[in-house]
């Protein structure tokens, strides 16, 4: 991401709206080269006249992020959401138009968790009946016999951040803890002293409470039901502090009433908020609450604090790894940059040699990838799409997170592997091929110089910096000399010079680092000189 053109103030403007936590928003003030707008919640058509002026936009959750929204920010480049859920954004729209989109899934954990134990023994010591009992004037104590944690067996679905953290908390009260969780390697089972169910079933069949702790997928949509409500033992409590829909909201309240459960919490309902006549309102030895979950000063600071960093690198440090539409990758986003540069260059190189040699359609692009960049394929291989697409696409709304969609909608086939033949732990090779051609570019990426290594046959030994010039010729004397000496008449600056060849009088190519650019004029002047087959010039653009 380029910043746009200086015009006197600061070069980032940042729209934050929806009562973002102050000390997220100082984080954003400080920084000079940001300028930082404060709205309350907008109504949306305001928001639309608005949002053109804004490269960035910080909210919650009370402001929609919609599709005509996106399409009516030409500036936008991140959009920041202060909490989990993005349900309020266009995701698929924003991953189209190749704005990232950044949420803070980690500074609720704690609050969730801790809300759990709190409501548990709220529903367990009948707490709301017991004050409601005081606040009218009463006295009934044997009326509010409770039941306590300790011994109860804790059943948790999704062993992730609040699962964990719920785990953590359930040792405290003395609580045999299980967990299901099919995506979760042992060893984390182990770590937080969890056994770990075979199967939901299973789970269910021992669990004397059950909390729900999974992200709303197709998967989870309805996951427990009538059938799971059944599995459970007599008396069992449910906790539902993840999403509506979880649960199935008519099959628990059937189960409450028929005394079937001892009792339920929900934090998170189908429909929020929930129907003021809604069923469950009146459903026995249920504990409700208006999705509190995150609700506490703490967490919302530490979202806003979490996100409002997260924008500030995605603007100024071109840092999208906290893009939830960009491609993941294992390691850290700084530690592949330069392979990330390296391979979009040499993408860009082998398209435009082969352009140049006739060949406009590119079908497939294959990335292979050293072993110590073998966590990082996907963004790597976002990055050789994005400089494939960058001669061909208009590239105001090219990046990382919408290069993959770009090419996969102009049928470009994309593929990554890894490979330990390419002759450093650091290299990757760029194939583009379209039809009977194809071109292969290889490059290195070690810290702080990444090298072109490769192109086609020809072993380069070349920094691909502002502009590269491919020149194919016959191995004949004096070629050199004339390139140099055209350059340097037309005022062109030769940063690196060279010449490869697979034998002597053979075919020859020459990679030539220059300042500046190189114009169309010039080109067609190397491409006069005698002997001179083909000439590429590649303007590498920056992420
Ligand atoms: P997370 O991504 O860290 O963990 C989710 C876990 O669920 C993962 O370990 C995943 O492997 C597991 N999982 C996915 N599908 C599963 C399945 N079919 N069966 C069993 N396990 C499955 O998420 P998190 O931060 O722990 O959040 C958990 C839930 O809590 C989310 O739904 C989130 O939206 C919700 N949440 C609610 C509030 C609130 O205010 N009540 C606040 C924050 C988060």
Not at 57 to 65: K, L, M
Not at 247 to 269: P, Q
Request: net charge neutral.
């Amino acid at each position: 991401m380029a910043p746009p053109e200086g015009d006197g103030r600061a070069p980032w403007r940042v729209l934050v709206t929806d009562q973002v936590d102050p000390e997220g928003v100082a984080l954003l003030r400080e920084e000079p080269a940001l300028q930082v707008d404060e709205r309350p919640t907008l109504p949306p058509d305001e928001l639309l006249r608005r949002i053109g002026d804004y490269d960035a936009i910080v909210g919650r959750s009370a402001t929609r992020i919609s599709a005509e929204l996106l399409r009516n920010a030409p500036r936008l480049r991140v959009v920041g959401r202060a909490g989990v859920g993005v349900d309020n954004i266009a995701l698929d729209a924003a991953t189209a138009l190749g704005i990232a989109v950044i949420n803070a899934p980690a500074g609720n954990t704690v609050a969730v968790a801790e809300l759990v134990f709190g409501a548990l023994i709220g529903l367990l010591r009948q707490l709301p009946a017991a004050a409601a009992s005081m606040a009218a004037g009463r006295w009934d104590r044997s009326q509010f016999m409770g039941r306590e944690l300790k011994g109860k067996t804790l059943g948790i679905v999704g062993l992730g951040r609040i699962g964990s953290e719920v785990a953590a908390r359930a040792h405290a009260f003395g609580m045999p803890v299980v967990a299901y969780d099919p995506y979760i390697a042992e060893e984390r089972f182990t770590a937080f002293r969890v056994r770990r169910a075979p199967s939901l079933d299973a789970l269910l069949a021992e669990s004397n409470i059950v909390t729900l702790h999974v992200p709303l997928t197709d998967e989870t949509r309805g996951l427990i039901g009538r059938r799971e409500l059944g599995r459970l033992p007599a008396k069992s409590v449910v906790v539902n502090m993840a999403r509506g829909g979880v649960v199935d909201e008519a099959a628990l309240a059937a189960a409450l009433v028929a005394r079937e459960l001892r009792g339920a919490v929900l934090d998170v309902f189908e429909h929020e908020p929930l129907a003021a006549d809604h069923p469950l309102r009146g459903a026995p030895n249920l504990l409700l609450t208006p999705h509190l979950g995150a609700n506490t000063v703490e967490a919302q600071r530490n979202v806003a604090r979490d996100v409002c960093l997260a924008v500030r690198d995605a603007l100024l440090r071109q840092d999208l790894s906290r893009s939830i539409n960009v491609a993941a990758s294992d390691g850290g986003w700084a530690e592949l940059h330069a392979a990330m540069v390296v391979a979009r260059r040499a993408a860009a190189v082998a398209r435009a040699v082969l352009a140049d040699q006739g060949m406009r359609a590119v079908r497939a692009l294959t990335l292979r990838v050293g072993p110590e960049l073998a966590h990082g394929g996907a963004p790597l291989l976002a990055a050789a799409a994005t400089g494939v697409l960058e001669g061909i696409l208009e590239t105001d709304r090219l990046n990382l997170i919408n290069a993959r969609a770009l090419a996969d909608a102009r049928g470009i086939d994309l593929a990554v592997g890894t490979s330990a033949e390419l002759g450093h732990p650091r290299a990757l090779e760029v194939t583009l091929g379209g039809g009977m051609q194809q071109l292969a570019v290889t490059g290195i990426a070690a810290e702080g110089s990444p090298r072109l290594t490769r192109i086609g046959a020809f072993h380069v030994d070349v920094n691909p910096r502002q502009t590269l010039l491919v020149l194919t010729n016959h191995d004949v004397p004096g070629v050199i000399g004339r390139v140099g000496t055209l350059l340097g008449e037309r005022r062109v600056n030769i940063a690196e010079y060279h010449q490869a060849r697979l034998a002597q009088g053979g075919d020859a190519l020459a990679a030539i680092s220059v300042d500046g650019s190189v114009d169309e004029d010039t080109r067609r002047a190397l491409l006069d000189l005698p002997d001179v087959r083909s000439a590429s010039v590649v303007h590498f653009r920056d992420f």
